[in-house]
């Protein structure tokens, strides 16, 4: 299978990195010679024929700025077998043997659809939720976890000279593993997670009782979005003990902002090593990264895996926030 002109598109909730990402993707193409195109505004850009040629003075400074230069989109066109054949005559018509899609699971699914057309596709896992099961890391998560602390810590000080609680929506969709991290690194009173079934009185009453008997006169909740909404976590707080929580939604702010190293670095390997997998002969694959190694798995393999909250984070979590008898 010869690859000649490789497109890159960005697609579902941007995140910090992205441009880490197609910058590589780019400068790999011309290191080897290859032609390479940007889709615009996600799969869309695929079906109205949004491209632009891509070339050093595209990608220039941009590794370190945040959101994506291709824009982003959620094509709800692209989930239909109409709007998949539009986007696969845009291919044919453009010469684009390859696709490089960045994005979640939905840029996945969309990107095994193209595949079915004999179009070649290769997916990066670029999501702050880090939801995706098939790798353990996903572009994004690092800058928006470092935001989310950094803001978190602020609110610390307003509290801590207020003497209050705090209650913060900590974005993730439907997963808690940007809430989980966050919460342990602000050493949060208690942590609400969707993989963790919640016990209210237990979970969160008990813990702030349980920190005032302490001595602490102030307190930290980071809820996930996908466990509860920060405001109603408040007024229940505030129904079962004599206190009025204060809320922070801590939304797209969380979202934006220059990618850490750890995000640039990881991003350039994973758009590297997308384009060598197309040299190799290699489609309907995502990128993946374990242990600080990078591999590739099948779409629809890892479409279907699932990965949970591991044990010992649970442990973690129930020892930092739980009561010490003294
Ligand atoms: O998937 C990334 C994400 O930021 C989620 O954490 C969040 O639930 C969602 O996107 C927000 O989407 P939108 O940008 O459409 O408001």
């Known amino acids: 299978m ?10 579902g909730g941007d995140a910090p990195g992205m441009n880490a990402a197609v910058r590589a993707v780019v400068r790999t193409c011309l290191y080897h010679n290859i032609e390479c195109y940007g889709i615009r505004r996600g799969w869309n850009g695929l079906i109205t024929g949004d491209v632009v040629k891509m070339d050093e003075s595209k990608i220039a400074h941009t590794i370190n700025r945040g959101g994506t ?4 989109a959620r094509s709800e066109e692209f989930m239909t077998e109409a709007g998949q054949r539009k986007a696969v005559s845009t291919c044919k018509f453009l010469g684009l043997d390859s696709i490089v899609a960045i994005g979640g ?8 659809a193209l595949s079915k057309y004999g179009i070649n596709v290769i997916g990066i896992p670029g999501t702050i939720d880090n939801d995706i099961s098939c790798t353990n890391y996903c572009i994004g998560f690092d800058t928006a976890a470092n935001t989310a602390i950094e803001c978190i810590d602020r609110l610390r000080d307003t509290m801590q000279s207020h003497e209050r609680c705090s209650v913060v929506e900590v974005m993730g969709r439907n997963a808690g593993y940007l809430a989980m991290y966050v919460g342990l690194a602000v050493g949060a009173t208690a942590i609400l997670v969707p993989e963790k079934p919640i016990d209210f009185e237990q979970d969160v009453i008990e813990k702030i009782r349980q920190a005032r008997f302490r001595g602490f006169t102030h307190y930290m909740i980071v809820v996930a979005e996908g466990a509860g909404k920060a405001t109603e976590i408040a007024d229940k707080i505030h129904e079962a003990i004599d206190m009025e929580p204060r809320v922070t939604v801590l939304g797209h702010i969380q979202r934006g902002g220059s990618p850490t190293g750890r995000d640039r670095v990881n991003a350039t390997k994973m758009g590297y090593l997308a384009v060598e997998l197309l040299l190799a002969g290699k489609n309907n694959r995502i990128v993946c990264t374990h242990d600080g190694g990078f591999t590739d798995v099948d779409i629809d393999e890892g479409l279907s895996m699932k990965k949970g909250i591991q044990q010992m984070e649970v442990d973690v979590l129930t020892a930092m926030t739980g009561l010490i008898d003294k």
């Not at 010869?2 to 697609?11: A, E, N, Y």
């Open 2 to 11: 010869s690859v000649k002109r490789i497109g890159v598109l960005t697609s």
């Open 69 to 72: 230069i291709l824009y982003t």
């Open 105 to 112: 699971d939905g840029t996945f699914r969309g990107a095994r």
